[in-house]
């Protein structure tokens, strides 16, 4: 039987499976969760034994555990290592989403005529990390595994990935490869195949700006003294300049932009404006003068505030200047830029901002370095002769927004380039009410990734 005939008869049961793994809420963020999240581990780890790996097992952490297993060939091949994430971000607002988010269903789209599964997880990441363990089966029950393979697929990407980076210190032989396969990105359209070759890093700061002991009379000592609401506002609405550049000193020192060969292909690459914009409902889009939607995204740095409060927030009104203000900035970074710098930069200069009386506090949240994969190398070659076997037509090297910040840990403590190759698109609702993963995304995964271990052998080998 080919690999390709045992998708085929097996198509069904590939769906039934992925649903059971849709139906463990593993959100990693609530402790309240934590034995859905345990759970949803032990599934994975049984699915990766029935589909013939070996040394199947789950890593405990102080956190969520890690699942690993492995089926070794033959030492002298070279060993793929598939990374993914079981985990899933809350679900809420439960009201937004047209069905349980944990009872996944099929409903068909504009862009999925087909049918989608809606569902939490459905395509960041269950989805796509399981599309991996059936390629895998398919390959080794058909004996058609052309080399090894090892997976890792942890339960707190979501959350930063802290556990994580000492596992791969700890268990740097056992994780030894020559390639990391990922797919946890995007995928331009059904037509045009991408391979996302830049995952931007991040630098998430909370902040408070406090300049009384405590909320006093606002008739009393309102004009005569600074309102924290205020004055937090105006530090932060100063970080950015008119044109949405980013105004701390030093920030864009690290920050190259790819070839004009690359950034022409990006900005040639199939863009809808429209469906981009619909599919949150945003009203109206903003940012860099002369930046193509997908270059503000891919190739810059952003800086936003993601929530801010202080004063009074209750039902009705309450006349206070209040004593403290706060808000959570994040930075989302390209290229080179080190996000314990960019912490640094921003602390320093943030803190310049507010009068002397005020006390500023500045601390880094969590972060991650951005990654940019090498395209001339073997892998990429083999990764875009894949795509283009599956889909007809070259892909387009695509730099992307989203962050996997261990990504470039792997780089640092492995030793191994990534091949982020995504099956999902950036419009199926991740993080969002009503995500979900087209079935004609999931098969098309489940048919490429062989493709790509093809390739791959016979390139190394050439
Ligand atoms: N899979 C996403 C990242 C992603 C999605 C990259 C689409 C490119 C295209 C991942 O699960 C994610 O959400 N990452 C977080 C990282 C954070 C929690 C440290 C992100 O980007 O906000
Ligand atoms: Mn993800
Ligand atoms: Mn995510």
Redesign the pocket.
Same mark, same amino acid.
């Given at each position: 039987m080919t690999t390709t005939q045992y998708i085929d008869a097996n198509r069904d049961r590939f769906l039934d499976e992925l649903f059971t793994l849709l139906r463990i809420p593993s959100v990693s963020t609530t402790t309240e969760h934590d034995d859905d999240t345990h759970q949803c581990a032990v599934h994975v780890q049984e699915y990766l034994v029935r589909a013939g790996l070996d040394k199947a097992a789950l890593y405990p952490t102080d956190g969520h555990p890690i699942v690993y297993a492995e089926k070794i060939i033959d030492e002298k091949l070279p060993t793929i290592l598939v990374y993914g994430?079981y985990d899933v971000q809350p679900a809420d607002p439960l009201d937004e989403w047209n069905s349980d988010p944990f009872e996944p269903v099929i409903k068909k789209t504009d862009l999925h005529p087909d049918g989608a599964i809606f569902g939490r997880g459905t395509t960041?990441?269950k989805g796509q990390m399981f599309l991996h363990v059936k390629a895998v089966e398919a390959m080794i029950q058909t004996d058609n595994l052309p080399c090894n393979v090892k997976f890792m697929i942890e339960g707190e990407?979501?959350?930063?990935s802290a556990h994580l980076e000492p596992f791969i210190r700890k268990h740097k032989e056992m994780l030894k490869s020559d390639v990391i396969l990922v797919s946890?990105?995007?995928l331009l359209s059904k037509k045009v195949p991408s391979i996302?070759v830049g995952?931007r890093g991040?630098a998430y700061m909370d902040v408070s700006v406090q300049t009384a002991r405590a909320d006093m009379h606002s008739g009393l000592f309102g004009g005569a003294v600074a309102n924290p609401i205020n004055t937090l506002a105006k530090m932060i609405a100063s970080l950015k300049d008119d044109d949405n550049k980013i105004t701390i000193p030093g920030f864009y020192d690290d920050v190259h932009f790819p070839s004009d060969r690359d950034r022409k292909m990006m900005r040639n690459a199939p863009f809808d404006e429209q469906e981009y914009m619909d599919s949150p409902g945003v009203y109206g889009l903003e940012g860099r003068e002369g930046f193509h939607t997908y270059e503000r995204t891919g190739i810059l740095p952003t800086l936003d505030c993601n929530g801010i409060w202080g004063g009074f927030m209750g039902e009705g009104s309450k006349t206070i200047i209040p004593a403290k203000a706060s808000a959570k900035i994040s930075m989302r970074l390209v290229s080179t830029q080190d996000w314990h710098k960019i912490a640094d930069q921003f602390t320093e200069h943030f803190k310049s901002l507010a009068p002397e009386y005020a006390k500023v506090t500045v601390t880094a949240h969590?972060g @991650?370095n951005p990654y940019v994969t090498p395209t001339d190398t073997v892998e990429y070659r083999a990764a875009a002769a894949a795509m283009k076997d599956s889909f007809g037509v070259e892909p387009v090297p695509m730099y992307? @927004? @989203?962050?996997?910040?261990i990504i470039a840990k792997f780089k640092e403590i492995l030793e191994v380039e990534t091949i982020l190759m995504?099956f999902g698109f950036?419009t199926d609702g991740?993080?969002s009410p009503n995500e979900h993963f087209g079935l004609w995304n999931f098969y098309k995964g489940i048919e490429t990734v062989p493709g790509f271990y093809k390739h791959y052998v016979a390139m190394k080998q050439a």
């Open positions: 994430h960041d990441d990407e979501e959350i930063g946890d990105t995007s996302t995952l991040l969590h @991650g992307e @927004g @989203g962050s996997i910040p995504g950036d991740l993080h």
